[in-house]
């Protein structure tokens, strides 16, 4: 079969895809559909944390689908209860709403920024300020929230009350908040596909404190960095930080379609009867999987994250034609001083699964993946660089 020719022809070419057809696979170790191995890297963009087919995950998603695949956000249902208390229990936010992607969490964040702030000030207090480089969606709203002006050429008129603060620059952030009438910054404190560039921590806290200061909510947009990625449950937890709306998806699913949006006691309100919501949101199947996700992200595992991330760093941080290794835990970006794509596409041949983020190659492995399978991927990886 023609896998290329017919994805060209039958569906929308807005991928521009890598050279694999992957077929299947057990953790960090995929095949495609010539039975060639790959170590997979990439993770499904930060979603299979735990690797593809996860056997703790996949047991909870059958044994949900035996007993209830779909019921209406009209009902109570227990897997998505669950769920909720888990998080909110560990991280100390008070409410959750579920929903299907990133773009859907930040759009519910976004929205309860604003109903928020109406409900307090009136009309009018609705411009949130985001970070120059930043992405959080492609949806209409969080489109124009991206902090990408290549995002912004095409699809116009966009939402008006979205204003832009260059990234780690906090002098920018206050006379954005003193010409507008803001009700909110977001930002993702690792920016992802801006490069997998942390905020300095000096700027998170002026930041948050000035917010704080001026009932401007902190949303942190925790879609790729969140559940275990950068070696803490939620990546601001590096930081030190209280936002007031975190929002999250990606990993948290195990690989179903999933977000969440986290509302600390200053914003569990906000929303209410009618405000919000989502058909499939919190779906039963999707909840279930999500549990044994987020049950598994204890300390013993995220310090495990914080060293293969350091064990990846110091390994590529030598290497020749490597110009600076960024990132936090397993969210990893390497400049490299030679053509990006040709060492995307030897990495493919090869067998190691890549990914790119704004002109860096970009790995961002299953958070579980055994040490022996990583140090293979590197060797490879390296090998490519230095070639
Ligand atoms: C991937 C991503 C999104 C969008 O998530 P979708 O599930 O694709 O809608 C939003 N924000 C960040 C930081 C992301 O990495």
């Known amino acids: 079969m023609d896998y290329k020719a017919l994805d060209k022809e039958y569906i929308v070419n807005v991928y521009n895809r890598l050279d694999a057809v992957i077929d299947h696979g057990k953790g960090a170790v995929l095949y495609d559909v010539n039975g060639k191995e790959y170590i997979d890297l990439s993770a499904g963009i930060a979603v299979n944390i735990f690797g593809v087919c996860d056997d703790v995950w996949k047991n909870a998603v059958i044994s949900q689908l035996n ?70 969606g492609r ?33 920018s952030v206050v006379k954005l908040a003193e010409e507008n009438s803001v009700c909110a910054i977001m930002m993702e404190v690792v920016q992802g596909e801006g490069g997998v560039k942390p905020l300095d921590p000096m700027f998170v806290h002026q930041v948050s404190e000035y917010a704080k200061a001026h009932d401007i909510l902190v949303i942190i947009d925790e879609v790729q960095s969140g559940n ?79 060293e293969k991330g350091l064990y990846i760093k110091k390994e590529l941080e030598s290497c020749k034609n490597v110009e600076y290794v960024s990132g936090m835990g397993l969210m990893i970006g390497v400049k490299l001083k030679k053509d990006l794509m040709d060492v995307v596409n030897e990495c493919i041949d090869k067998g190691v699964l890549v990914l790119t983020a704004n002109g860096l190659l970009r790995l961002l492995p299953p958070l579980n993946i055994p040490m022996d399978v990583l140090k293979k991927g590197i060797a490879i990886i390296k090998e490519v660089i230095e070639a």
Do not use: W
């Open 67 to 136: 007993t209830l695949s779909h019921i209406s956000n009209v009902f109570y249902t227990e897997p998505q209860i669950i769920l909720a208390e888990k998080l909110c229990k560990k991280t100390g936010m008070k409410k959750v709403f579920f929903s299907n992607s990133g773009a859907e969490a930040n759009e519910c964040a976004i929205k309860a920024a604003r109903k928020y702030s109406h409900d307090k000030y009136g009309n009018g207090r609705y411009t949130i300020i985001t970070l120059k480089n930043s992405f959080h």
């Open 139 to 171: 949806t209409m709203a969080t489109l124009t929230a991206c902090g990408q002006d290549s995002l912004h050429e095409d699809f116009g008129p966009f939402l008006d009350g979205f204003v832009y603060a260059d990234a780690n620059d906090f002098d």
């Open 228 to 306: 275990g990625r950068t070696g803490a449950l939620y990546a601001y937890m590096n930081y030190g930080i209280h936002p007031d709306i975190v929002s999250t998806a990606k990993a948290i699913g195990g690989g179903l379609p999933m977000g969440a949006t986290l509302f600390a006691d200053t914003t569990q309100y906000a929303l209410t009867d009618h405000t919000h919501g989502s058909t499939f949101g919190g779906n039963p199947i999707c909840a279930a999987g999500a549990i044994t996700i987020i049950d598994r992200l204890d300390d013993a595992f995220l310090t495990e994250v914080k």
